[in-house]
């Protein structure tokens, strides 16, 4: 496999790290640095010696949203991407750069084209099967955020500053995982003003797990990380599914957005085209004879042995066994 270009990926015992690194640009995000890092937590999601994964970043800072020398001032343009998208694309530089002219008109599905597959890359940390933890030294702003409240666990230097300051001039957040991280207030005090918390704030609002002393960071991540890494992997696995179930109840699974489909569903029923010169087929409102016939006698209610049971899913089941067999284990 080819190594990524914008982090460095390595295997240590049963932790998976990955690590940003362009710290000459504050690890500043491109489009190449999204499109590596989703495969970089695909390769160890499916990594079987790999139990949890360690998010960092080289340098200075975590991450310092994204690189405003690629977007801003390359017209749309977020770098080069590790393959050439099909021309005309939403990720086509010439596109992006068509769609921020100010001469032109803005269309925001050409933004979202882009945008959505970034978020799809940052959720990959929060759907990823394994737990995933974030170290962020010096500064996590902007769109660094949507990866550290993306991962699972957040251990946050007592000096570090963690905040989403365009919030005042110039876009929202991407994942939307303020809300889910922190409470609607608290994620309006932040959103509102723009303002930062301290490494020390953050564990205070919840926001973290620890924040430990800058020259004590490293040391406290690992001894969390290789804790994590004695629990058995299908342990940890029904575990993250669990708690992330009360997430995607709550609506957090929605902003795993991912392109439409060209392709119907066989069992949707296409629509028909308001181009098309044929006009679409309307049913007949004459009811048959067995229609009328049912209107006219109407089969009786279920029995209360014949109503179907509520469906119960697979997890569902093996939870209820696994309560029993602890049950029973107990005396209960």
């Not at 049971?309 to 602890?326: D, E, F, N, S, Y």
Request: proline share 9%; aromatic share 4%.
């Amino acid at each position: 496999m080819t190594e990524p270009a914008t982090m460095t990926y390595e295997v240590t015992g049963r932790v998976a790290r990955i690590t940003l690194d362009r710290p000459e640009r504050g690890n500043g995000i491109t489009r190449g640095m999204v499109t590596e890092l989703e495969q970089c937590v695909e390769r160890a999601d499916l990594d079987p010696a790999v139990r949890v994964v360690l998010l960092a970043g080289n340098g200075k800072g975590f991450c310092g949203g994204y690189d405003l020398v690629e977007s801003a001032e390359g017209q749309g343009g977020m770098g080069v991407e590790a393959v050439a998208p099909p021309a005309g694309s939403p990720l086509d530089p010439e596109v992006m750069a068509g769609n921020h002219d100010p001469s032109g008109t803005w269309d925001p599905m050409v933004d979202y084209g882009m945008m959505s597959r970034n978020v799809r890359a940052f959720m990959s940390l929060f759907h990823c099967s394994k737990p995933v933890v974030c170290k962020v030294q010096g500064f996590c702003v902007a769109g660094g955020t949507d990866m550290a409240l993306c991962s699972d666990l957040l251990v946050i230097a007592a000096d570090a500053k963690i905040g989403y300051p365009p919030a005042r001039v110039w876009g929202s957040p991407t994942t939307s995982m303020w809300a889910y991280r922190l409470g609607a207030q608290r994620a309006k005090r932040l959103l509102f003003t723009g303002d930062s918390l301290s490494g020390r704030e953050a564990v205070e609002w919840g926001l973290a797990i620890e924040a430990p002393e800058a020259e004590m960071l490293d040391e406290r991540t690992e001894i969390l990380v290789n804790r994590i890494a004695l629990t058995p992997i299908n342990q940890l696995q029904m575990m993250k599914l669990l708690v992330n179930q009360s997430l995607n109840a709550q609506g957090c699974s929605r902003h795993r957005c991912s392109a439409p489909s060209s392709t119907a569903s066989p069992a949707t029923p296409r629509r028909a085209s308001p181009f098309s010169s044929a006009p679409p087929r309307q049913a007949s409102r004459r009811p048959s004879a067995s229609a009328t016939n049912r209107m006219a006698t109407p089969a009786p209610p279920p029995s209360r042995a014949e109503r179907p049971g509520p469906k119960v899913k697979p997890w569902q089941r093996h939870l209820a066994t696994m309560r029993l067999a602890i049950g029973s284990r107990h005396g209960n």
